[in-house]
């Protein structure tokens, strides 16, 4: 039955993290430190800078009587064990950087739909929905007479607004419908850069599932690796590889992005653009330059993620990872093999040495500062016992009847060693 499907469908997404962000006993405060951290301007953050903010998101939040007690290093390791963040090693950088897993933006935005509703239907939602219907009949039909009547049919349209402009009689959209048609491009824009992280999701799991295929197969060459030592990237030509190339190559059209630049610019500029958030007016100011920065991350990964499976299988690294695969399958048999015949607390008679260090991030570790650990050099007066305050009088009254042949440094020295000056000095 479909609801039977249906639930089995629901259930798997709420064992995802998705469902696990959304139901964590502090989802509320979760949400708005990783929103805060993340949803901004700064997309990525490095390790350094982002326990700096969380740091002080953690302090904002207890003021308030929040219940949080671990520190921003320790949430920041459990956000990366649940899912939320990823952590990557960017090549020449000098720590690692943190940024929102596609699961954690998908729970953002659904939590922000919830929190700031859209209209529930607008003329220019319906408008992109006609438009887009209308386009693909137009541009899927094989019939020429038809196309050729659409053809002219828009011909005739143009030449009407053309005459209407030339007359001074040119129409434009009411603000109210502008600034709605406004919103609604940078709705499709947000969709548009959250997909990025879905993409590159895609080409990670597509690298780990060759890597995995190649220690796998058993053969002596298969498949994958005669095309990949005949020069082919089975990554760039997978279906994610195949849909992001011709993004990119849209994307960095140099014709297509100056209209798109130009068209930003000057819809900011015109009069209904004041009615926007200024969040809103800076998000379009600066959508080609995240378009561009976005795109360029998720290409740079791809021909990464290439080169990398290359280097894999040219350095001849998939022999011995395929080696470690083999020996860990014998250790697996040979485990199930005995479970029936040794029990599991039998002694074995082989020692296990582990180690004792902690294994920890480099970010979790500071710098010594020999000079924020100086002992006190202070040194305090201890009272003189009685037995010595006599000897220092009998001391000082010798030095009145001393001879005037006695150097004065004589008595220092006596005094430094708590003796009293030879009659000789």
Request: aromatic share 6%.
């Amino acid at each position: 039955m479909k609801v039977l499907h249906t639930s089995e469908a629901y259930q798997a997404i709420r064992e995802g993290r998705v469902w696990r962000l959304l139901a964590a006993d502090l989802a509320p405060q979760v949400l708005a430190m990783l929103g805060d951290l993340f949803m901004g301007d700064d997309k990525v953050l490095p390790g350094s800078v982002l326990f700096e903010r969380l740091t002080r998101d953690l302090e904002a939040l207890r003021s308030q009587g929040h219940a949080l007690p671990q520190t921003a290093q320790a949430y920041a390791a459990d956000w990366l064990s649940q899912g939320w963040l990823s952590r990557r090693f960017p090549e020449g950088a000098s720590e690692e950087v943190y940024e929102l897993t596609a699961d954690a933006v998908t729970a953002l935005r659904l939590i922000d739909s919830i929190h700031r509703p859209r209209t529930a239907a607008t003329e220019s939602r319906l408008a992109t929905v006609m438009q887009q219907v209308i386009g693909l009949a137009e541009e899927t039909d094989t019939n020429a007479h038809r196309r050729l009547a659409a053809l002219m049919a828009e011909r005739d349209r143009l030449d009407q607004d053309i005459a209407a402009v030339q007359r001074g009689q040119a129409r434009t959209l009411p603000e109210d419908r502008a600034v709605e048609r406004a919103r609604e491009v940078i709705a499709l824009a947000q969709d548009l850069t959250a997909d990025f992280r879905h993409v590159r999701d895609a080409f990670e799991r597509l690298h780990r599932d060759l890597r995995q295929s190649l220690m796998e197969h058993e053969g002596h060459r298969g498949d994958v690796l005669e095309q990949l030592f005949a020069g082919v990237d089975l990554i760039g030509n997978s279906e994610a590889g195949r849909t992001f190339t011709a993004f990119w190559r849209l994307l960095t059209d140099g014709e297509q992005s100056l209209a798109l630049t130009e068209s930003l610019d000057a819809v900011t500029h015109r009069d209904f653009a004041r009615r926007l958030d200024a969040g809103e007016r800076r998000f379009l100011q600066s959508l080609t330059t995240t378009l561009l920065a976005e795109g360029g991350e998720v290409h740079n990964v791809l021909q990464q993620f290439a080169r990398s499976l290359r280097s894999f299988v040219q350095s001849r690294e998939f022999q011995e990872n395929r080696r470690l695969h083999v020996l860990l399958k014998q250790a697996q048999l040979a485990a199930l093999a005995a479970k029936d015949h040794v029990r599991a607390n039998e002694p074995s008679g082989f020692t296990l040495s582990l180690t004792s260090s902690r294994i920890r991030s480099v970010a979790q570790w500071t710098l010594y500062d020999p000079s924020l650990r100086l002992p006190d050099a202070h040194m305090e007066d201890a009272a003189p016992s009685p037995g010595a305050s006599r000897t220092s009088r009998r001391w000082f009254g010798s030095l009145k009847s001393t001879s005037p042949r006695c150097a004065p440094t004589s008595g220092l020295c006596s005094l430094k060693h708590r003796r009293p000056p030879s009659p000789t000095c």
